[in-house]
């Protein structure tokens, strides 16, 4: 079950992952982030592939069939996730301008998106996401991390920022100038 | 559907049905894993409940926008904003499949809370003590998600469920929280969950 474990883990922060960013493409208009929703959403249909192999597999080889049924519904359900958030980076992969009320709605959400500039001399500059422990300390969770013209989509916890980074972020309304204040170097991060 | 009723949700704006659609999106999908985490039957009736309101809010919005596009423009950017509609609703489906697992036994579906466990944003469950200051204070008043990272999806309070909490609800006492997020903010709010650190104040600016 190990291996079907870990694929499962893989789709389930991937589907996540995904609607994070469909949401912020869509927010900003952003066609690379709307593309990089498309790719992942192949990542998914190609890793739903092998684990309906993997179960299938294991059921005709005396598995429990109930067990492999979770699997295939849980597979499905993440896949519906993905093909969503997909269908939402359509939208902005079509250029047409979007309706001003859309950006205006997703302001408005529980979950706000926020990105902001690592300045030199920020707490953030040159440390691991883990080691400032963002998400913890400021309530943001990072989704994106646009470097030059390239970009890291879902940075882990051992990925580290430099200066000039730009972090998306996701998180409450009252963590985003707490954010923006810790990326300018205005406020530091609090020691331990 | 709802043959001689007036469809609800009508009298909401565009702007506000969109945002209402995309918060039930995301706070669904937690509510769903918590379900099949902590096999709760209530978490999973709450889900079924977003997922109705969800149709709702889709066939209200289709209504609405339908009856706004005056030119070939408008349908333009207004069938972008009923696709992204679709597509939180079609989450709200998924997360309702996703509870429909919680008719199969719990030791048939081990894997389930190793995901859960593993994952890179977790969801767990957090108790408040008495001792703590958190007690007696809202939500958006100690801005609990800001300072720690961790978002209340769900409170239990005795027999009696609160679910995705509004900035005004006050905590109280031996309430059960179920939070979404990182190991490291999740240790931090059991800090002062637990009453072992005073929730940090800051002066005003």
């Known amino acids: 079950m190990q291996d079907l474990e870990r694929k499962l883990l893989e789709l389930k922060d991937n589907s996540e992952l995904m609607m994070d960013l469909a949401y912020s493409s869509l927010l900003y208009n952003n066609q690379d982030i709307a593309e990089e929703v498309v790719f992942l959403e192949g990542m998914m249909d190609e890793l739903g592939d092998e684990i309906q192999e993997m179960v299938i597999d294991q059921s005709s080889q005396g598995g429990e069939v109930m067990k492999s049924l979770v699997v295939l519904r849980l597979q499905m359900a993440m896949e519906e996730i993905a093909d969503a958030a997909a269908s939402i980076a359509d939208v902005v992969l079509r250029g047409v301008p979007q309706h001003p009320v859309v950006q205006m709605s997703l302001r408005d959400a529980d979950v706000v998106i926020s990105r902001a500039a690592v300045a030199e001399g920020s707490d953030l500059a040159g440390r691991t996401l883990g080691d400032v422990k963002l998400s913890s300390i400021s309530g943001m969770f990072a989704i994106a991390i646009k470097r030059g013209r390239k970009y890291i989509f879902g940075p882990s916890h051992a990925t580290r920022v430099e200066t000039g980074d730009i972090i998306i972020a996701r998180g409450p309304e009252d963590g985003e100038e707490y954010f923006a204040k810790l990326a300018s170097g205005e406020e530091r991060a609090p020691s331990d | ?205």
């Open chain 2, 1 to 205: 559907m709802m043959e001689g009723e007036a469809p609800e949700f009508l009298d909401l704006s565009v702007r506000e049905i969109l945002t209402e659609m995309k918060d039930i999106s995301e706070v669904i999908v937690d509510l769903a894993y918590a379900a099949l985490m902590f096999d709760s039957e209530d978490i999973a009736q709450k889900v079924s409940e977003l997922e109705s309101e969800m149709d709702n809010l889709n066939y209200a919005i289709k209504i609405k926008t339908l009856m706004a596009a005056r030119t070939r423009e408008d349908a333009i950017q207004l069938s972008g904003m009923l696709q992204v509609a679709a597509a939180a609703e079609s989450i709200s489906n998924a997360a309702g499949d996703l509870v429909k697992l919680q008719s199969v036994d719990i030791e048939r579906r081990p894997f389930l809370s190793f995901m859960l466990r593993e994952s890179e944003e977790k969801i767990r469950m957090i108790t408040v003590s008495e001792k703590s200051d958190m007690i007696n204070r809202t939500i958006g008043d100690l801005g609990v998600e800001a300072e720690t990272g961790m978002r209340v999806i769900a409170i239990k309070r005795r027999q009696r469920w609160i679910y995705d909490p509004e900035p005004e609800t006050k905590l109280k006492a031996r309430d059960t929280l179920i939070v979404r997020g990182t190991k490291d903010g999740y240790e931090r709010l059991a800090e002062f969950s637990s009453g072992r650190s005073p929730w940090p104040e800051y002066e005003e600016e």
